[in-house]
């Protein structure tokens, strides 16, 4: 056989390409993040530079920081573990009882776009004061969660094997009892990449939280915008506060990275 050499060497550089346009914004932004406003103008100065740790100061300390972090992991985790609470049942439901209807209407859900949405959730929740509290911004977050939770458990759920919850009614279960004894603790890859996504939406939503939150419940990514001004921008400052946001998340995403394609590809086949 003629060797594909030509197939290989396109294959590194395409390779090389896609990785570098992938990592360059992001490494540029975490190189910014130790300059000074000044350096971050100089283009002589784009890898050599003296780093200073001033903006991580102003972020953590003088921007009130640590609570944003904490608005935001508290948001993000009340709407995954809630999303999950209702969604695993629901998503059971649809699937073995054959509810196409009502995933019809998850499907819609997920295809709707949220920011469609805001203008009418900003005038309900206004009206009942509860805009710019934390229960607002987690029940928005579900809007995208709780279809996603759904949508990934509903194809996982298909793909188990019918056999071992009749095996269980025979013995005597129910349906809820055959869920919660045989399905569900098969279903922990599932349920952990849904929660995992789900996560990482609500860690990185924007909009939701920009119209709804108020000053003492903004999340990371709205009070990114504290740092731009309306005659300047804090570069240094702005890209400390996007390290801070980006760098956590990615870490969690890459650590349960196999969790993740696990979880979906075994919800991918039907056995």
């Known amino acids: 056989m003629r060797p594909r050499t030509p197939y290989r060497v396109f294959r590194v ?3 090389a390409v896609v990785v570098v346009a992938l990592l360059a914004p992001l ?5 910014a993040s130790f300059k000074t406003n000044v350096d971050i103008y100089d283009t002589g100065k784009a890898l050599l530079f003296s780093p200073t740790l001033d903006n991580y100061v102003t972020v953590l300390r003088q921007a009130n920081y640590v ?7 508290w948001v993000a985790f009340a709407a995954t573990v809630l999303s999950l609470i209702l969604g695993v049942p629901a998503a059971y439901s649809m699937s073995r009882f054959n509810m196409r209807k009502s995933a019809l209407v998850v499907l819609m859900a997920r295809v709707i776009p949220g920011v469609s949405l ?15 509290g934390f229960t607002v911004l987690i029940l928005s977050h579900m809007f995208v969660s709780l279809p996603l ?28 009892g055959a869920f919660r004894r045989i399905t569900l603790p098969l279903a922990v890859p599932g349920v952990a990449t849904a929660g995992i996504l789900s996560f ?3 860690w990185n939503n924007f909009m939701f939280a920009l119209v709804l939150s108020g000053a003492d419940t903004k999340t990371l990514p709205v009070a990114i915008f504290d ?16 390290t801070v946001v980006t760098l956590p998340i990615m870490l969690i995403a890459l650590f349960v990275q196999k969790y993740v394609v696990s979880g979906l590809t075994a919800g991918a086949t039907k056995g």
Not at 27 to 31: C, E
Request: charged residues 10%; negative net charge.
């Open 27 to 31: 490494l540029w932004m975490i190189a």
């Open 118 to 132: 805001l203008v009418p959730w900003y005038y309900v929740f206004s009206n009942v004061r509860m805009v710019g």
């Open 227 to 242: 740092f731009v001004g309306y005659a300047s921008i804090d570069w240094g400052g702005l890209m400390a506060a996007a």
């Open 13 to 15: 550089v395409a390779l």
């Open 149 to 176: 939770v759904v949508y990934i458990m509903m194809g996982f759920f298909d793909g188990m094997p019918l056999e071992l919850e009749e095996a269980a009614l025979v013995d005597g279960l129910t349906h809820i």
């Open 200 to 202: 990482i939406f609500s």
């Open 67 to 73: 609570q944003f972090i904490g608005n935001s992991l």
